[in-house]
């Protein structure tokens, strides 16, 4: 059964950077997309990226060109590097391992971005 271990969360300035690590184990990591989702206090959970096993990125709009997703299949860890922070992007962040199962997911990281 595959755990997924979220960090690097914290509290910034809006225009802050924060780079959050998702650690896995239990699985052959390099297999899987791997994706990053986002809830807020009231909202429903959201996609943030994705990235799959060849390396290939997506993005939501709303972080588009902010954010970047990326992985090392040798750590077992997949990144979400944000840049450019802006208070709306406070939440709580989710890393997700995707298969034809379904999705498990990590415990969540807070991501507080004050203004």
């Known amino acids: 059964q595959v755990q997924l271990v979220e960090s690097g969360g914290g509290l910034v300035q809006a225009g802050g950077s924060l780079r959050l690590s998702c650690a896995a184990s239990?699985?052959?990591?390099?297999?899987?997309?791997m994706g990053w989702h986002r809830q807020a206090p009231g909202k429903q959970r959201e996609w943030v990226a994705t990235?799959?096993?060849?390396?290939?990125?997506n993005y939501a709009d709303s972080v588009k060109g902010r954010f970047t997703i990326s992985r090392d299949n040798a750590k077992s860890t997949v990144y979400l590097q944000m840049n450019s922070l802006k208070p709306e992007d406070t939440a709580v962040y989710y890393c997700a391992r995707e298969s034809s199962h379904g999705r498990d997911w990590g415990q969540g990281t807070q991501v507080t971005v004050s203004s």
């Open positions: 239990g699985s052959i990591f390099s297999f899987y997309t």
């Open positions: 990235i799959t096993t060849g390396r290939s990125a």
